[in-house]
Antibody
Framework: QVQLQESGPGLVKPSETLSLTCTVSGYSISSGHYWGWIRQPPGKGLQWIGNIYHSGSTFYNPSLKSRVTLSVDTSKNQFSLTVRSVTAADTAVYYC???????????WGQGTLVTVSS | QSALTQPPSASGSPGQSVTISCTGTSSDVGGYNYVSWYQQHPGKAPTLMIYEVAKRPSGVPDRFSGSKSGNTASLTVSGLQTEDDADYYCSSYAGGSVAFGGGTKLTVL
C-alpha cells in the first residue's frame, strides 16, 4: 500500500520560502512514476504545482515555475517542494501525490495546511 | 495552462443518476485520453474515481462511469447514494502539464 506523508512548517512569513517534504512508504521512488505536488487554497479548487521523476526530470506549472523547485532524495525515499517569495495567495493545503499516468495522480497524501502570514 | 470548466453544483435524489461535465480544449481534454475524476469529502484528500476517461480503479463502485466526446468529458453517478455527496474534480493531461476543473459540488437531496 503506497502511503505519502507531507511534513514542514505550517506558518511562513510573506516574502520568505516555503519548504515541504513528502515521505513515501510502501513503494520505492526509484521504481518509477512521477511524484508531485498539488495545492488547494481554503474553500477553492485544486491547482497542479509540478512533478518530478527519480532521475530529476521535472514538469512545472508555468504560472508558478519562476518560484518553485522540486527535488528528490531517493536514499530517503522523499521528494520536496520549495516555493520562494511567498504571499498570502500561497496559503493552501499542500498535497503530495504519485502520478498514475501522464502526471495525473492516483495516490495522495493527507495534505498539510500552510498559512502565509506575518 | 487553462482551467477546465465544470458546473459549480449538481444535485439528485437517492437512486437517481447525475452527470457532471468537464469542458476543456483540444490542448487538454480533446487532445488526450488522459482524463481523471476525483471525489473529495470535506477535510479529506481527493480520491481517484476514474482514470483514462472511463477506467475505474479497484474498489470504486461501478455506479461511477466516465466518458468523453470532443473537448468535453463527463462523470456519471448512477443510483445515487448519500455517501456520494461530495466535491468532484476533473483533471486532464495537457501536454507536459496538468489542468484541473474548478470542481462541482454534488448534493444528494
Amino acid at each position: 500500500q503506497v502511503q505519502l506523508q507531507e511534513s514542514g512548517p505550517g506558518l511562513v512569513k510573506p516574502s520568505e520560502t516555503l519548504s515541504l517534504t513528502c515521505t513515501v512508504s510502501g513503494y520505492s521512488i526509484s521504481s518509477g512514476h512521477y511524484w508531485g505536488w498539488i495545492r488547494q487554497p481554503p474553500g477553492k479548487g485544486l491547482q497542479w504545482i509540478g512533478n518530478i521523476y527519480h532521475s530529476g526530470s521535472t514538469f512545472y506549472n508555468p504560472s508558478l515555475k519562476s518560484r518553485v523547485t522540486l527535488s528528490v532524495d531517493t536514499s530517503k525515499n522523499q521528494f520536496s517542494l520549495t516555493v520562494r517569495s511567498v504571499t498570502a495567495a500561497d496559503t493552501a493545503v499542500y498535497y503530495c501525490v504519485r502520478d498514475h499516468q501522464q502526471l495525473l495522480p492516483d495516490y495522495w497524501g493527507q495534505g498539510t495546511l500552510v498559512t502565509v502570514s506575518s | 495552462q487553462s482551467a477546465l470548466t465544470q458546473p459549480p453544483s449538481a444535485s439528485g435524489s437517492p437512486g437517481q443518476s447525475v452527470t457532471i461535465s468537464c469542458t476543456g480544449t483540444s490542448s487538454d481534454v480533446g487532445g488526450y485520453n488522459y482524463v481523471s475524476w476525483y471525489q473529495q469529502h470535506p477535510g479529506k484528500a481527493p480520491t481517484l474515481m476514474i482514470y483514462e476517461v472511463a477506467k475505474r480503479p479497484s474498489g470504486v463502485p461501478d455506479r461511477f462511469s466516465g466518458s468523453k466526446s470532443g473537448n468535453t468529458a463527463s462523470l456519471t453517478v448512477s443510483g445515487l447514494q448519500t455517501e456520494d455527496d461530495a466535491d468532484y474534480y476533473c483533471s486532464s493531461y495537457a501536454g507536459g502539464s496538468v489542468a484541473f476543473g474548478g470542481g462541482t459540488k454534488l448534493t444528494v437531496l
